[in-house]
């Protein structure tokens, strides 16, 4: 429905949202929910039935026990110094000394199920390359690949609608910063929906995140953004915290 809005009415769109997005998250007491239906299915490019019954499966979790699990993955993180990402068209390390890990188990989303944390904002050191697209303001950004050195983001390319990337990245001072760095970690959330609402949970998974970072982890970024984006590693890749695996083609190790 936003095929034929211009890149940079998007973008200001998507910063004006951020700031709502931002009070909410502030201010109020929040959940945020995706219910499936028929537009959701066919976005997911799946029926609605399987899409409802892997939403259910995904929600319907014992929470208590599931989150206790990803706390006790969480602190044996907390102290970490340094997190390597490795896979397909990856190569990307940075520290996250000083910061926090947290569980989000079904308070913040639902379905909920992610380890997230704020890396240290200009530590960022390589690349990586993503299997899926980037979603924002209902665009796909495929073939998305970041490099940075000593810490500067300095290439930002795709395949597809790279103006708005461009456009999204200069919202504003902390835009192009990496804010969030997190693993999916719901085993019934399994295939890819183009909802990040829904794919940053993809247990196996891991996902940064441009923008605003969480101050209970830590971080320092502010923007008007939040965009997450997701990188598959079940089929290959692996993630070390301080030169020991944590998750290797989409199993934990804890």
């Not at 997911?44 to 208590?64: I, N, V």
């Not at 944390?117 to 993503?130: C, H, K, N, Y």
Request: with cysteine.
């Amino acid at each position: 429905e936003h095929d034929d809005i211009p890149a940079d009415r998007l973008s200001l769109n998507q910063k004006a949202m951020g700031r709502v997005s931002t009070l909410r998250w502030q201010k109020t007491r929040w959940c945020l929910v995706r219910v499936p239906n028929a537009a959701l299915a066919q976005q997911a490019q799946t029926d609605e039935e399987s899409l409802t019954e892997m939403f259910f499966d995904a929600c319907l979790r014992d929470w208590e026990r599931e989150g206790e699990r990803w706390r006790q993955w969480a602190a044996r993180l907390d102290g970490a110094r340094r997190v390597r990402v490795t896979g397909r068209g990856t190569d990307l390390a940075f520290s996250v000394e000083g910061r926090r890990w947290l569980a989000w188990d079904g308070r913040g989303n639902m379905p909920d199920g992610e380890i997230l944390t704020a890396p240290v904002e200009d530590s960022l050191e390589g690349e990586i390359w993503f299997e899926f697209p980037g979603v924002l303001s209902g665009r796909l950004i495929r073939d998305l690949r970041l490099v940075w050195k000593a810490g500067q983001l300095v290439q930002a390319s795709a395949s597809t609608h790279q103006d708005f990337l461009r456009a999204v990245l200069a919202t504003d001072a902390g835009s192009g910063v990496v804010g969030e760095f997190a693993f999916g970690t719901n085993p019934a959330v399994d295939r890819f929906c183009n909802d990040i609402l829904l794919d940053e949970k993809i247990g196996g998974t891991v996902h940064i995140a441009f923008g605003r970072s969480y101050p209970q982890c830590g971080g320092h970024n502010e923007s008007a953004i939040h965009w997450d984006i997701v990188k598959d590693l079940r089929a290959e890749g692996r993630v070390e915290v301080d030169g020991t695996p944590v998750l290797e083609n989409g199993r934990f190790l804890f």
